[in-house]
């Protein structure tokens, strides 16, 4: 019987620098007030959300045998992260960001991408791709932010995807921003068809699709208009989100969500003949196959702390999916629940018994987005 979550793809090691100022020239002095090392990266930002739910997760994944390597495996044990399959490389440092925290809540970040550059299909996967056989005993294989990783893209990364996919787990691709029509879809485009499911936010699946530079000028016509700085998801309309969520079905992939941050999530799936393929899938098919589904978030009334709210969101697409809740609508109910709980630092993270049990308490947090709010109200 498969069991359990395997996390990959960009790990680093974060250090956080609080209590600082901008320095003044380049060569001046900025005192800290307190210094405090995290794991981050897509590898652990969704697997501590896992945890945190219930779910057992491995990391498969490569980082450096140095000393911040040693650091950030100490880390994920502590997270109660299964590592024995993360590759140590000794040709190249582990990742790390150094994270300057201002006053005024603001942050800077230096990168440094390491070990993320040099990740591939022939390392990935430890000596004989070993760690792939483990992949026909879990559940879900997620991997993150393509971008960051220079091997891992295009073909490359369609051709680790179709290692994974043979081993019958659900294929799970998350990316990070770059910002124009052409770039993401050259880095992830011949990977598509390999994915289960794609969980982007909609910046970041507009720039998939080449309709990114198109919706930033009706954004900026909107914010004119409006006398305030609107993002794309603020105006953003239900035709609009179809169409992107179309495109990536067409492009293979046959489950999208699009995250709108606090306005929401847009479930695109293809037909039932699809998502009979899907691994997780239940038999029947009534609640997963031709969804276009808005999907609004939930109030959160207490103290915010934002910092992975979206990562927690796609953990509770996992967990829903594992625990075979019988529709995407009530799966995605359940990643805006946890997420709403993790954001609320009254209430703080929970098991997947403890979500489901919050569930029916939390009220729908009414959209930003005027279009959005139209389709809450019918």
Not at 22 to 44: K, N
Not at 45 to 58: I, W
Not at 154 to 183: F, W
Not at 303 to 332: K, Q, V, Y
Request: glycine share 10%.
């Amino acid at each position: 019987m498969r069991r359990g979550i395997v996390c990959s793809g960009v790990s680093c090691l974060d250090l956080f620098l609080y209590g600082t100022a901008p320095l003044p020239t380049r060569e001046s002095l900025s005192m800290v007030r307190e210094t405090q090392y995290r794991p981050g990266g897509a590898t652990s930002n969704t697997g501590r959300a896992l945890v945190k739910l219930g779910m057992p997760v491995e990391y498969i994944t490569v980082i450096g045998a140095d000393a911040n390597g040693d650091i950030l495996m100490k880390l994920w044990e502590d997270d109660g992260i299964d590592t024995r399959m993360v590759v140590r490389a000794r040709d190249r440092g582990t990742a790390l960001s150094t994270i300057p925290v201002y006053a005024d809540g603001k942050r800077g970040v230096y990168f440094c991408p390491g070990t993320n550059e040099m990740m591939g299909l022939e390392n990935l996967f430890g000596p004989d791709r070993r760690y792939l056989e483990v992949l026909r005993e879990r559940q879900v294989f997620h991997i993150g932010y393509p971008p960051l990783m220079a091997r891992l893209q295009g073909e490359e990364l369609a051709a680790t995807l179709a290692a994974v996919r043979e081993t019958g787990v659900l294929v799970s691709l998350d990316t990070t921003p770059v910002a124009d029509d052409v770039t993401l879809a050259r880095m992830l485009g011949p990977a598509l068809p390999l994915a289960h499911l794609f969980t982007p936010n909609v910046m970041e699946a507009a720039q998939t699709v080449g309709l990114f530079s198109r919706l930033v000028e009706r954004a900026r016509a909107a914010s004119q208009a409006a006398g305030q700085a609107l993002e794309i998801e603020e105006i953003i309309t239900l035709e609009e989100l179809t169409e992107i969520g179309e495109r990536l079905l067409a492009a293979g992939v046959p489950i999208v969500v699009l995250t709108l941050g606090p306005n929401g999530a847009f479930v695109c799936t293809g037909d039932a003949a699809r998502l009979r393929g899907v691994p997780l899938a239940p038999a029947d098919l009534s609640g997963w196959a031709n969804q276009r589904l808005f999907v609004p978030a939930f109030r959160v009334d207490g103290p915010l702390n934002t910092t992975g709210a979206g990562d927690t969101f796609t953990a509770g697409l996992f967990t829903g999916m594992c625990m075979g809740l019988p529709s995407l609508a009530e799966i995605t109910r359940l990643a805006h629940c946890a997420s709403a709980l993790h954001v609320d630092l009254s209430q703080g993270a929970r098991t997947f018994a403890e979500v489901q049990a919050a569930l029916p308490a939390l009220r729908v947090r009414e959209p930003a987005n005027p279009h959005l709010r139209a389709a809450c109200a019918t």
